[in-house]
């Protein structure tokens, strides 16, 4: 149990999927300008990552490892996580359209979000048990929510103020503010190492 919430806040501070890895940066730069949407986009990863991972797992070590067919992973979670996108497309659409609205073209886009596949790809690599796998998905999701709805309320909060220079609003702010924030956990480091 200690070992699994070692996994799990290491995920979200010391080995942040996108402050430390720099993964999943397209959604989290064009979708970090406003609270609500970096929000809708969190949950719509959290949904995504830990469904690839739950599905991933136990298709590469029950299936492709006994078939010895280990080199195709890649195209599988792949083909897993566009399905996932999918249903999550489809559940967004049926119940809450604003938001899907929101999202525009970076719904279907998650498909491609290299956290989703990182963090199968990372299972595989440091070869967790089922159980670790959901825990560090979680964590990793969660650890990308975190990061992206600080840099919404900084970047919100920067708004109200106005003085951000022509050059640095829009991407130029948000990179300059995940920088600071990335330092910011580099700070977590020694606590705790999920290799």
């Given at each position: ?5 070692t ?16 993964l ?5 730069i ?8 970096a929000?809708g986009m ?28 280990e ?8 083909i ?11 559940i ?7 938001l899907?609205?929101a999202f525009?073209?970076?719904?279907p886009l998650?498909?491609v979000?290299?956290?989703v ?17 959901l ?7 969660v650890?990308?929510?975190l990061?992206?709805?600080?840099v ?19 991407s130029?702010?948000i990179m ?17 190492d999920?290799n």
């Amino acid at each position: 149990m200690a070992h699994a919430l070692t996994i799990f806040i290491a995920a979200i501070l010391t080995h942040n999927i996108a402050l430390t890895y720099l993964l999943g940066m397209c959604p989290f730069i064009s979708l970090s300008r406003s609270i609500k949407t970096a929000f809708g986009m969190s949950i719509a990863v959290i949904f995504v990552v830990t469904l690839t991972a739950a599905i991933n797992w136990p298709i590469y070590h029950k299936i492709l490892v006994p078939l010895e067919s280990e080199i195709i992973y890649y195209i599988v979670f792949i083909i897993v996580i566009a399905a996932s996108v999918q249903l999550v497309e489809m559940i967004m659409e049926r119940f809450f359209p604003p938001l899907q609205a929101a999202f525009g073209i970076f719904l279907p886009l998650i498909t491609v979000n290299c956290t989703v596949l990182a963090v199968s790809l990372f299972m595989v690599l440091r070869d967790y048990s089922y159980g670790m796998t959901l825990v560090f998905a979680l964590g990793s999701a969660v650890g990308w929510m975190l990061a992206i709805m600080i840099v919404a309320a900084i970047n919100e909060k920067l708004k109200l103020i106005g003085d951000i220079p022509g050059g640095l609003k829009g991407s130029g702010i948000i990179m300059i503010i995940a920088g600071i924030i990335a330092l910011a956990f580099m700070g977590f480091g020694g606590m705790v190492d999920i290799n």
